[in-house]
């Protein structure tokens, strides 16, 4: 990972990359909570910042949260806008049907990663241009291996 750029934070727990290349940054719990099977809640990071314009932040699970316990967030990316000064948080979901998840303060309960966005310039038109895939989407090429070269 080569680019980077400065993002102005207030922060209890600055979010830290596990490993150089990393594209995430960990956020971390304010608050001990539990979650219920099923339950949904939003949560603190403590964590305030200032993009530089043309980025936005995005707001998206762990993976092993996710695999191990089934801890992910409901509006996964959550998207953090430029403009936006007030605490990152995190709506998080147990979708776990049995097993509650424990999380204490300073938790690693999400990632943070920061992109360049671009904003659209929508042009109304009578006709799109036409494309080989078309109106086809949700599923239309199936999901056996495709033909080689194809
Ligand atoms: O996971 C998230 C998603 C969003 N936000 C903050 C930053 C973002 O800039 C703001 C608004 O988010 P969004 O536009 O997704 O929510 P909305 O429901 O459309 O609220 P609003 O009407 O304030 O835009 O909430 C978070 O802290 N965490
Ligand atoms: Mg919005």
């Known amino acids: 990972m080569t680019e980077s750029a400065e993002v102005l934070i207030q922060a209890e727990h600055i979010p830290s990359y596990a490993h150089p290349g990393d594209a995430g940054a960990d956020l971390t719990s304010t608050e001990a909570l ?4 099923g339950e949904r809640r939003t949560v603190g ?62 938790d690693r309960i999400a990632q943070l990663i920061v992109m360049p966005v671009t904003r659209a310039v929508f042009v109304p038109v009578e006709h799109l241009p036409g494309s080989a895939r078309g109106v086809g989407g949700f599923g239309s090429t199936g999901t056996t291996t495709l033909p080689s070269g194809s």
């Open 45 to 106: 990071t403590g964590v305030s910042i200032a993009l530089p314009d043309g980025f936005a932040a995005f707001v998206v699970p762990r993976s092993g949260l996710a695999s191990k316990h089934g801890i992910t967030i409901v509006n996964s990316p959550g998207t953090v806008d430029a403009g936006y000064r007030g605490e990152i948080k995190v709506a998080l979901l147990n979708t776990d049907t049995s097993v509650a998840y424990d999380i204490a303060v300073g």
């Open 34 to 37: 539990t979650l219920a099977p």
